[in-house]
């Protein structure tokens, strides 16, 4: 055979060889066109999948729950209900935020890691091994902070205030410092001047919250009202005047927040329903419908329901032959009901405008040995002052704290770090 032969033979192949593959191709993507995408993982992908395992992350939503949202990252089932019920035994899911951030790390079948970030403060991390979760609280690790404050009140206290604050949080904290003897509502007064000390912590220089308020002073109408807070060896912690005095008395001076008085204790007041001058023996705060409504001092229930023109009212029975009633709410807390105990500051209702009332409001009256008392103006008395074998201690406490204060100028705002002070409680 020739080589002219050889190369004819050899072009002959090469064409039925490109004949083959275009054909071999055309016909495998026509195929494809009737049976659906190629799979997306590949054999190897599959192996690997099943030995370093699937990663989801992400953060809740508003309104969003962590099943929810796990579920939308095509997460299993028996996996997300494996998680949650392990988790529900160490933090309230319902409790969770948006922004509340996760990472999971799972087989085709079994959970390996799971991390979730609740708000700055508290990290939870569950480890899977042999089918079991082992949940674990990581405590977040924070700089403790001492800051000084002071000011004078031009309209109320929360206008001269919440430009120095962080959040209003510490406005709260401050007026619930002297809740049992000022209403800083219906009493603050132009002029009136205010002082104190308080703890801030930080996470990475960014403020995560207030701590304690550690000393403040009020002065109300010429009148200086101080509290020092002091922790004794035993662990209980209170505030104090300069005395050792408890600050904290037998009723809160009203029992709810966010009012205005719209009618005072009288024996003679016009009623605007009856149209006749009559007895109002408590004092109406106006305040918008579903206010809450707290106790006003420890007791039990003794009354939950409908009483004539009060509409929805609540009666608790305090110590020392004491009786307090709110009378008017839309509706009760959970739980109030006639024989139930109840803590001073505990929810009992919210506000509303049930029985004769012409807008929303809340009566509320108070007996003392079964004659009514003008809750503004009666005096009780306070709990428990500082232990005689522990006053030693509280003084050189208060003096330190007084003397801090006293260090403030009116143009100062005065900033303390501690270094190397952490702060890692549990925080729920």
Not at 24 to 46: C, H, M, T, V, W
Not at 290 to 317: C, L
Not at 358 to 366: A, E, M
């Amino acid at each position: 055979m020739s080589p002219q032969f050889f190369r004819k033979t050899k072009t002959a192949l090469a064409l039925i060889f490109s004949i083959f593959l275009f054909l071999l191709l055309f016909l495998g993507k026509r195929a494809n066109l009737f049976q659906g995408e190629p799979k997306k993982i590949s054999e190897y992908d599959e192996q690997r999948e099943m030995i370093f395992g699937c990663i989801f992350q992400g953060e809740l939503d508003k309104n969003e729950s962590l099943y929810l949202s796990l579920l939308k990252k095509k997460v299993p089932h028996p996996l997300i209900h494996h998680l949650t019920s392990t988790l529900s035994g160490s933090f309230n899911l319902k409790k969770s935020l948006p922004k509340d951030s996760y990472t999971l790390i799972t087989t085709r079948d079994s959970i390996l890691f799971f991390e979730y970030q609740r708000g700055m403060e508290k990290r939870y991390e569950v480890k899977g091994q042999n089918g079991e979760l082992d949940v674990a609280v990581i405590p977040v690790e924070f700089n403790r902070v001492v800051k000084s404050m002071k000011g004078k009140i031009k309209s109320s206290l929360w206008e001269s205030m919440i430009n120095e604050c962080e959040s209003p949080e510490l406005i709260m904290r401050f007026t619930e410092v002297f809740e049992w003897d000022i209403d800083f509502l219906t009493e603050p007064r132009k002029d009136d001047t205010f002082r104190l000390i308080f703890e801030e912590y930080h996470k990475d220089d960014k403020f995560i919250r207030y701590g304690d308020i550690l000393a403040a002073e009020y002065n109300l109408g010429g009148q200086t009202h101080q509290a020092v807070l002091y922790q004794d060896p035993t662990g209980h912690k209170d505030y104090y005047d300069l005395s050792g005095n408890s600050l904290k008395k037998a009723f809160l001076r009203s029992p709810l927040n966010y009012r205005r008085i719209s009618s005072r204790f009288s024996y003679s007041r016009f009623h605007p329903i009856f149209r006749r001058y009559q007895p109002h023996l408590g004092v109406d705060y106006a305040a918008p419908v579903g206010t809450p409504v707290v106790a006003s001092g420890d007791g039990m229930v003794i009354f939950a329901g409908w009483k004539r023109g009060f509409g929805k009212t609540v009666q608790i029975r305090h110590p020392n032959g004491f009786v307090t009633s709110y009378g008017h709410l839309s509706r009760f807390a959970k739980g109030i009901r006639k024989g139930v105990k109840i803590k001073q500051k505990g929810l009992i209702g919210y506000v509303g405008s049930t029985g004769a009332s012409t807008g929303p409001h809340l009566d509320y009256r108070v007996k003392a040995n079964g004659r009514y008392v003008n809750p503004l103006r009666m005096i009780v008395p306070p709990a428990k002052p500082v232990k005689k074998e522990y006053f030693t201690d509280f003084e050189r406490k208060r003096d330190n704290l007084l003397y801090a204060m006293n260090l403030l100028t009116d143009a100062t705002l005065l900033a303390l770090t501690e270094k190397g002070s952490d702060y890692s409680e549990p925080i729920e």
